[in-house]
Every structure is written in structure tokens, then in C-alpha cells.
């Protein structure tokens, strides 16, 4: 039998109004979770939700054009990329 994979856990406390407090209780009913479970839902979907557009890069339209214009018709070479080139190849061909 494997060993058992011991989970850790921290705790999060918060203050909150007596009527946010029904609120959340009413609807954790409605969905026929535990507050507790509610509340882990609702933090970790919001939580996903700001560090997913954090992360997303927008650009504007002008942006967008310049961006695809260099990948369509990229800048020629220059001295230290074709030097980094030489030196993949013979780090590849040295293995």
C-alpha cells in the first residue's frame, strides 16, 4: 500500500458584514455547498480571473498591425544572431 500523501493546508480568516455574511450563507445553501466550499469557489475563480488578464498582453490596433508586420517580414539577420546560429550548429553537431 503507498504511503499517504499528506496535504497541507493554510488558513483564511476575514471580517465581513453581518449582511454580506447572510448573503454568502444563502447562496452556499442554494447550491447545496458549505460555506466553506462557497466561499473557496468563489475566491479561487475570482483569484484565476485577475491573474489571467494580468497576464494578457493587450495591444492596440496600431500595435497589433506593427506586430504582425514583423512576423510576416522579419528583420534580416544581424552579426550576433547569425554568430548564435554558428554556435548551435556546431554544439549540435558536436553531440
Known amino acids: 500500500m503507498p504511503p499517504a500523501i ?3 493546508t493554510a488558513r483564511l480568516e476575514a ?3 453581518t449582511d454580506l455574511h447572510a448573503m454568502l450563507k444563502r447562496a452556499a445553501e442554494i447550491q ?3 460555506m466553506t466550499d462557497f466561499v ?19 495591444l492596440t490596433l ?4 506593427c506586430f504582425a508586420q514583423a ?25
Do not use: C, H, M, Y
Not at 496600431?62 to 498591425?65: L, T
Open 32 to 34: 447545496g455547498r458549505t
Open 15 to 17: 471580517r465581513i458584514s
Open 71 to 95: 512576423l510576416l517580414s522579419p528583420a534580416p539577420p544581424n552579426a550576433a544572431l547569425k554568430r548564435a546560429f554558428a554556435r548551435r550548429s556546431k554544439l549540435l553537431r558536436a553531440e
Open 6 to 8: 499528506a496535504s497541507t
Open 40 to 58: 473557496v469557489a468563489a475566491v479561487q475563480t475570482a483569484a484565476q480571473s485577475a491573474i489571467e488578464q494580468a497576464e494578457v498582453i493587450r
Open 62 to 65: 496600431a500595435d497589433q498591425e
